[in-house]
């Protein structure tokens, strides 16, 4: 099965993606044609205020799957999602297409004394506040994986110091 974005022609964002067989893509131009676009532009009866993109489900071309509310570049000929809610820092990445918080996510976990102590079960979460407060110098907290960010009592919440690299008990 293949799968066609809609998208808006003035903003190009893509507003449905639709399945259409291989055998109808096959018999109107084939994969990645310009006349397959046109067969599902008919086929679905869109107007002229939008054009069709065929997406990749494997993300084997045109970088990522198109997705509601996600964005067709049509210079770079990729699609990439909408801009994570709440993560106003939020960087796209021009490798992947992907949106990524401005600093890299850290390679270390806090080192602390049981039951806290095994670097898998702790859990890292990018902090929009802590990214602020700190004059966008520090971003990432880490909890046990066993607690919740919003719960304090559950086990303690670090903040990487991108400074000196260590992690600081809040």
Not at 52 to 62: A, E, L, P
Not at 67 to 81: A, K, Q, R
Not at 102 to 129: K, N
Request: charged share 25%; hydrophobic share 35%.
């Amino acid at each position: 099965m293949a799968h066609f974005a809609e998208i808006r022609s003035s903003d190009n964002e893509v507003l449905r993606v639709v399945v259409i067989s291989d055998e109808d893509v096959a018999a109107n131009g084939g994969e990645l044609s310009t006349q397959a676009e046109t067969f599902v532009k008919n086929l679905l009866k869109t107007g002229d205020d939008t054009y069709w993109k065929q997406t990749s489900y494997n993300k084997s071309f045109r970088a990522n799957l198109a997705s509601i509310g996600g964005v067709y570049l049509p210079t770079e000929d990729v699609f990439h999602n909408a801009k994570p809610e709440g993560h106003p820092s939020y960087i796209l990445d021009t490798t992947t297409y992907t949106w990524e918080p401005p600093l890299a996510v850290p390679e270390t976990r806090p080192t602390v004394e049981a039951p806290f102590e095994a670097p898998e079960e702790w859990a890292l979460l990018w902090d929009e506040d802590l990214w602020n407060s700190s004059g966008q110098k520090n971003g990432w907290k880490c909890q046990d994986g066993y607690g919740r960010f919003d719960d304090p009592t559950v086990g303690p919440v670090y903040y990487l110091d991108q400074e000196t690299m260590e992690w600081i008990k809040k």
